[in-house]
């Protein structure tokens, strides 16, 4: 899975926060239906959070030797550089 990209902007307004997202799996391995479960407090930081499950791709999870559909929850810290 892609680490998501820290926003030079959000980084400059001292912005920090988790985002938690909820997204399915799909039978060709790619990212479906991404929602934010847990903001960040910050647009920014969302969206970089959303952009890099979409720019990511792994294998399908099998069941029965089928490719099947998963769901999956995953969070995204976003800390301050020291």
Do not use: W
Request: aromatic share 10%; charged share 20%; with cysteine.
């Amino acid at each position: 899975m892609a680490k998501p990209e820290f926003p030079l902007e959000s980084q400059k307004a001292h912005e920090s926060g988790k985002t938690k997202l909820m997204f399915e799996l799909s039978p060709t391995g790619n990212f479906e239906h991404i929602t934010v479960v847990e903001s960040s407090g910050y647009q920014r930081l969302d969206d970089s959070a959303i952009k890099s499950v979409q720019a990511s791709h792994c294998l399908p999870y099998y069941k029965n030797g089928k490719a099947v559909s998963i769901g999956v929850t995953s969070a995204y810290d976003f800390l301050p550089v020291k």
